[in-house]
DNA sequence: TGGATTTGTAACTATTTTAGTTACAAATTG
DNA sequence: CAATTTGTAACTAAAATAGTTACAAATCCA
């Protein structure tokens, strides 16, 4: 898998520690310690899902669209990351072969499955839950 | 993710079919669509993880090393997959921030509930199972 | 109004991962 | 000893990934 959904969770919560002025694209990168053209690219997905507000200009940035305990992981997973974690044959399988043929089927019940218990997970946890959890490790 | 997974569980899969004898990695390839080298390739891994034995010379090949409902797919998993489905930040985050310092160790947790949520799922279903769902399927 | 600032996005690059392939030594059979 | 098959190294092509440069469009404020 790719980092982007840790970095979208990263970047909610930096927004989320700095709840009320809207922040530059550049000073979140900087704790993530990349570019500002990797969080913008990412700011596009979040915006597109309803979960940040971001405005161009002199004043401009990124803030969340709504308080960071009603954003939950699983919002943020699904506004970036659009695969299954589970990745079928790369070339489809033999259609002549019995069990090339039914396999993919019967797979992607049992990844539809094991993906869906991996979302409850999720679906749990919200920015806000991570951004206090922070804040206790380094008391 | 890559395919290996889905490959391996495949593989098992014919061997589960043909119980008796064992098959040549030839044989596997062709109902997965692919180079006998890539099955090869999983098979030490599956060999190592105890699922296989598999045999060189003239009437070699490989065998399932016990009986296809005492092979779950989170065997499977283990034995070809190293990797937890999430990944962390590409570079380490910024040490100097405090979110970027202590992000990684809250979210590591996280990840890993989620994933021993979705292992609970492939620790449930055998390679019998998937067998026996594309004997029905195929009805 | 006009200059300064910042997002949004396209285009490019370097690196890594992935799957597939060729080749061949080692093991096994008969 | 000839035929066969695994096990593995080495290579290739294609795709994914993260990072970078560049710049138009939007916004603010003096």
């Known amino acids: 898998m790719n980092s982007r959904f840790t970095i979208a969770v990263h970047i909610l919560t930096v927004l989320a520690h700095k709840h009320d002025e809207p922040l530059k694209s550049d000073v979140v990168a900087n704790s993530i310690n990349t570019n500002p053209v990797v969080v913008r690219r990412l700011w ?33 997973y699904n506004a970036v990351e659009a695969r299954c974690v589970f990745a079928m044959h790369a070339n489809p399988p033999n ?40 804040m206790k490790n380094c008391r």
Chains 1, 2 share one sequence.
Request: with cysteine; net charge positive.
């Open 44 to 76: 596009s997905a979040l915006a597109k899902a309803g979960l940040i507000v971001s405005r161009t200009g002199a004043t401009g940035g990124g803030k969340l669209a709504r308080e960071a305990s009603m954003i939950t992981l699983l919002d943020v």
């Open 95 to 134: 259609k002549r072969c019995l069990i090339g043929k039914n396999i993919q089927l019967v797979l992607e019940d049992i990844f539809a499955e094991a993906q869906r218990e991996m979302e409850k997970v999720l679906a749990r946890k919200t920015i806000a839950d991570v951004a206090a959890a922070i």
